[in-house]
């Protein structure tokens, strides 16, 4: 499968990546703020699923709109705004893939370009495919993150 053809996918051109979400927005917040623009079809929030921050909400989210055009307008109104004091960003899902194999080094991105290739279209394996392949960008950005500082400090504590 060409990658090219999983970006001009019409279901990942509707479907947007939230970040820079505050700690206290609720997953029913985030979809009452992102609902004005149109049919949201699903949505991830993304929570810590291990270490001492589990069960909290990891900061970013994914909202998939019923048609693409929903999708922009959502992007166009809400990047940029406030809410709890902090601009959103919110980009269309395949940007924000694009965007982040371009910043990464030449190893991050052979890694997640091996992933993303496995996961096309192979059935039962692509889902878990999939997800293996955000876990491991979870941890990447994690380690990225400043409040993994933190995070890291504890975990040589215990």
């Not at 279901?11 to 979809?31: F, M, P, V, W």
């Not at 699903?42 to 693409?68: C, M, N, V």
């Not at 899902?93 to 194999?101: D, G």
């Not at 993303?116 to 293996?132: E, N, P, V």
């Amino acid at each position: 499968m060409d990658p090219n053809d999983y970006y001009t996918d019409d279901k990942c051109q509707s479907r947007l990546y939230i970040g820079n979400l505050d700690l206290r927005i609720t997953e029913a917040a985030l979809i009452k703020m992102f609902s004005p623009f149109g049919k949201i079809v699903s949505e991830d929030f993304l929570w810590h699923t291990r270490g001492p921050k589990r069960g909290e909400p990891r900061g970013f989210a994914f909202i998939q709109y019923s048609t693409k055009e929903e999708a922009k307008l959502a992007k166009e109104k809400m990047h940029g705004r406030l809410a709890c004091g902090r601009p959103l960003v919110v980009r269309l899902a395949s940007e924000k893939y694009l965007l982040e194999t371009a910043d990464q080094s030449s190893k991050a991105t052979g890694e997640g370009h091996k992933m993303h290739l496995s996961g096309g279209g192979l059935g039962q394996t692509s889902r878990s495919a999939k997800i293996a392949a955000i876990k491991n960008k979870l941890k990447s950005l994690e380690e990225e993150s400043c409040s993994t500082k933190k995070q890291k400090q504890t975990d040589n504590i215990s």
